[in-house]
């Protein structure tokens, strides 16, 4: 069955300061791969999507980038953090048919 | 218009009530659709598919009406761990993409 990796768990980042966060997907090959992020008591925003490597399509305008390196690794990043970035950031995947996608853990992004 | 909507709710509702939730959807080619559950801080987690013909599971049952674009899902006889965010999911293939309703809170009271 798949797996998704997302890591840290947590993280709390000063205003100006650069982000990386790494999503790895276990037990499939080629898979579409998302990030979502989640302000505190919202909905979940889809950020990025991925279909293949190198294929990166972007939902919204904003401070994040993501990057596809690997056939299974989906990168979240920033340049210069801001306050707005604060959030639940989720990587997901489908994880086929009725089953629909798998998340991974998530990570609690606070910018200070 | 939201690709995906959703009642926020809060539903409070007592032990043992029934309670529904619908969510609607703006794409009629939109193909598969699913309710999840999210408990706070948590990622959320598959709770049912939701099929053309209905789907139960338990005290759970999700319905579909694409004529209306809409699906259902109801909880008979409530718990007090049934407390949580509930999400509709959309996938639309053709856009490789799946929407997320913004949840509905529920809280069971005892």
């Known amino acids: 069955s798949q797996t998704i990796h997302q890591w840290p768990a947590t993280l709390v980042q000063p205003v100006g300061s650069p982000l990386s966060l790494e999503c790895t997907v276990e037990?499939?090959?080629?898979?579409?791969l998302y990030w979502y992020r989640q302000a505190a008591g919202r909905g979940l925003q889809l950020l990025f999507y991925?279909?293949?490597?190198?294929?990166i399509s972007s939902e919204v305008p904003q401070n994040l980038s993501a990057s596809r390196p690997q056939d299974r690794q989906f990168i979240l990043s920033s340049k210069k953090l801001l306050l707005s970035d604060s959030g639940f950031y989720l990587c997901?995947?489908?994880?086929?048919?009725?089953?629909?996608?798998?998340f991974g853990s998530g990570t609690r992004l606070t910018v200070v | 218009r939201k690709e995906v909507e959703q009642d926020p709710g809060p539903f409070n509702v007592p032990e043992g009530a029934t309670v529904a939730f619908n969510c609607t959807y703006s794409?009629?080619?939109?193909?598969?659709f699913f309710w999840y559950r999210q408990d706070c801080r948590k990622e959320p987690k598959l709770l049912m598919s939701?099929?053309?013909s209905g789907n139960e599971d338990g005290r759970f049952t999700a319905q579909l009406n694409r004529a209306s674009q809409y699906i259902s899902l109801l909880i008979r006889d409530s718990k007090l761990s049934d407390s949580a965010t509930y999400l509709c999911v959309v996938n639309t293939p053709s856009a490789s993409k799946i929407i997320f309703g913004s949840g509905t809170r529920l809280s069971i009271r005892p």
């Open positions: 991925s279909v293949g490597i190198g294929q």
């Open positions: 794409n009629s080619a939109s193909q598969s």
């Open positions: 939701v099929y053309s």
């Open positions: 037990g499939t090959s080629n898979p579409n």
């Open positions: 997901a995947s489908p994880a086929g048919g009725r089953y629909g996608y798998t």
